[in-house]
């Protein structure tokens, strides 16, 4: 069967799959899905229920395809769910650009001032949390452009030493990683062709601090007890990109199923 935009689904035993880039087919020994590269099919199954149904973060630095992979992950999967009993997933929107301009800070306020930098990965934090639940009141679920969580890693690198402790007090920080603990947390990988200045964002010096702040981000989700998967920067293809989320969100959601 297919779309509209010509992206196939096809059958896989009891399950669908949709038609990406590289070949997945049923392995009759093992009962599980075998991937070959040819072109995908990512797995999914009708049956699900909007119970245990994992929100997507996708984090990173900057210039690392976020946007771009959140906004394929939506067309993907809202074309995926329509014969489910699934609710569409709300897109939570990157919140900083609004925070920034409402609250009139720049970029180089984090560099100039730490209790500036402070202020603003608050009120970040906060911004965030109420996006979400803003999100669950037509949703059982989202997918987030950005999180919570990457409030703390620039304080981490440019407030005070105990800024990270401050803004884990907050109630808006244990509300977002309650829900991170139970979601999809995806790391882009900095590294890719697309770093460019857009004049809102504060931008990595080099290319060795760009990705210096990437391993901030995986080490930190270490720190605090998160789970995350990594889409590698040599993977390029928004497709693919995309499959590769969507298979690590089917196998999230079982796991949330199995527990």
Not at 19 to 38: C, K, N, Y
Not at 140 to 164: E, H, M, Q, T
Not at 184 to 191: F, K, N, T
Not at 217 to 245: K, Q
Request: charge should be negative; include cysteine; glycine fraction near 4%.
């Amino acid at each position: 069967m297919s779309s509209s935009n010509g992206i196939e689904l096809s059958a896989v035993g009891e399950s669908w799959s949709l038609d990406v880039g590289v070949t997945w087919h049923a392995d009759p020994l093992t009962s599980s899905i075998v991937r070959e590269p040819t072109r995908s099919h990512v797995p999914y199954t009708t049956n699900m229920a909007n119970s245990d149904v994992p929100n997507i973060y996708i984090i990173g630095p900057q210039s690392t395809g976020k946007t771009t992979l959140v906004n394929e992950l939506q067309n993907i999967i809202e074309h995926c769910l329509a014969d489910t009993s699934i609710d569409k997933p709300q897109i939570v929107s990157e919140v900083a650009r609004t925070v920034l301009a409402k609250h009139k800070y720049s970029a180089e306020d984090i560099l100039a001032s730490t209790t500036r930098c402070l202020e603003l990965q608050q009120l970040i934090l906060e911004a965030q949390a109420s996006s979400e639940k803003d999100a669950l009141r037509t949703s059982s679920w989202f997918i987030s452009d950005r999180s919570g969580f990457d409030p703390l890693v620039y304080a981490k690198r440019y407030a005070a030493p105990n800024a990270v402790a401050q803004l884990q007090q907050l109630p808006a920080w244990k509300e977002v990683k309650m829900r991170m603990e139970r979601s999809l947390v995806v790391v882009c990988e900095a590294g890719t062709p697309w770093l460019m200045d857009d004049g809102v964002r504060l931008m990595p010096g080099s290319d060795k601090e760009w990705m210096q702040l990437f391993h901030d981000f995986c080490r930190m989700l270490d720190e605090v007890g998160l789970g995350y998967c990594v889409v590698p920067r040599t993977v390029l293809d928004i497709s693919e990109r995309a499959a590769l989320v969507w298979t690590k969100w089917i196998e999230r959601r079982q796991s949330l199923t199995d527990n």
